[in-house]
């Protein structure tokens, strides 16, 4: 067994996407990577002291400027980017929201690296995999377009959390 001293626990990165249609188009943000421009869900990590909600809520408008109004949990995903040209090694922990956005707030800048937003059909997302930021893009969809929801009173957040 490993002394305290010579043992660090593995934490996964906890993140927050939402996954937004529209008339059968899906909402994505155009960014900015080391990998050059890459497709994702308005998505980010979780903040001490909010919760996974308002996590996905806040991400939601700084990546698009649209307000987002959760309606169900998505999924749970978990996935590992591997760059090692820099060392990195991250498993990423997803909570994935679906919801509906309301119009662009006026003045609301996008988040810094983020292009454009873009609506996308299923099978332009589809036909798109090598600029996917993240396996996740398509997983999220396909689970959506299957009909997968999770009421969100499966989430719970202890008024501990709050800062």
Known sequence: MNSPQHH???HPSVTVAAVIEQGGK??????????????NNPAGHLEQGESLLQACVREALEETAHPFQPTALLGIYMSRFQRPTAGQDITYLRFAFCGSVSPPLAGQALDTGIVRTLWLTPDEIRNSQNRHRSP???RCMEDFLSGQRMPLTSIHTDASISI
């Open 8 to 10: 660090q626990r593995w």
């Open 26 to 39: 899906f909402l994505l943000v155009e960014e900015h990577t080391p990998e050059g421009l890459r497709l």
């Open 136 to 138: 996740l893009v398509l």
